[in-house]
């Protein structure tokens, strides 16, 4: 955890993917004389994307994702590759290699694995996890917009992995991050949770949808839970927020002041939606509600909007 988000105790922080050492040094992307010696530094590493699975490999006792950048140039054809900063002193960039490569490396000993379940098994320390987070999305861009948006013309690297430029036109692209609402509503004693067909069994969450263009955070909010539950909300307040790499999105966690209590369900978007007391919600945490209800797990931000909804009782 960096001095900054120790020091501030930032609830966004004991959220999966979000703790990230990383001094990303935007300033000197485009210097590409002094990447060119990170990239020579015989302490330089890299994080190894294949496809949708991360790269790793076991350390003594420990697992860890990161590979000497000499080793990985020296026998991998890369995709793309970005340079993501300073880990203290030693370099780090990020690596795309074919995905058909998982495979093959994983006879070699090597682990392939998508990175929710690495979050989910605690395979590396959370500032690791949040430098894979950000290294998938990252290459996750790349692989999906090689051609030029304006002109249709191959695109290619630039700014250190930061940036493409179309030759033909000119136009340069840069990276996606897309924000998404995902809120609990709030109305006196008790929170409204939804589970979609795809959750597990028994596993109710925060609701959540996509901020659209012209809309505030709160307007999102407020649209997405009347739209998916019939309930209207008045007073919005901003939590917390976790980088979502699936495949780049932010999550912008929020409760609402819900105006309604009566539950009107979309039926594209939920399978069942229902109000939950404190006291309930308490139980899901704990594991011990009686019908066997449950949340999604720590590393997901609604799990802490559900805890902070709680712990404000």
């Known amino acids: 955890m960096n001095d900054l988000t120790s020091a501030f105790q930032e609830l966004s922080a004991r959220t999966g993917y979000s703790v990230n050492p990383i001094e990303r040094l935007s300033e000197r992307r485009e210097d590409a004389g002094f990447v060119a010696e990170c990239a020579a530094d015989a302490s330089a590493q890299t994080l190894l994307v294949a496809g949708e699975a991360m790269i790793l490999r076991r350390e003594g006792e420990t697992i860890t994702s990161f590979f000497p950048l000499r080793g990985i140039e020296a026998r991998e054809t890369r995709l793309e590759r970005a340079f993501l900063g300073l880990d203290g002193k030693r370099p780090v960039f990020a690596t795309l290699i074919a995905p058909d490569r998982a495979e093959a490396l994983k006879q070699e000993g090597l682990l392939a694995i998508d990175l929710r379940s690495i979050a989910m098994q605690g395979l590396v320390p959370p500032p690791e996890l949040g430098l894979l987070a950000e290294a998938k999305a990252l290459m996750n861009w790349h692989q999906r917009h090689r051609f030029c948006a304006n002109c249709g013309a191959p695109s290619r690297p630039s700014v250190s992995g930061f940036r493409r430029d179309c030759p033909s036109c000119n136009t340069q692209h840069f990276p996606r991050t ?7 509503a709030v109305r006196e004693d008790k929170c409204l949770l939804g589970r979609s067909a795809r959750f597990a069994s028994r596993v109710y969450s925060a609701l959540a949808g996509f901020i659209e263009h012209g809309e505030t955070i709160e307007s999102a909010v407020r649209r997405e839970i009347k739209e998916e539950a019939g309930v209207a909300c008045g007073r919005v307040t901003y939590l917390a927020s976790q980088p979502w790499p699936f495949p ?9 002041e819900a105006l309604t209590d009566e539950i009107v369900i979309d039926r594209e978007e939920l399978e069942d939606a229902r ?4 006291a309930e919600c308490s139980s899901i945490l704990a594991g011990t509600h009686p019908q066997g209800v449950a949340c999604p797990a720590p590393f997901a931000i609604a799990h802490w909007l559900i805890r902070s909804f709680v712990e404000a009782g």
């Open 178 to 184: 897309d924000p998404v609402a995902i809120m609990l």
């Open 248 to 256: 780049m999105s932010l999550m912008i966690g929020c409760h609402a």
């Open 275 to 278: 109000w939950f007391s404190r």
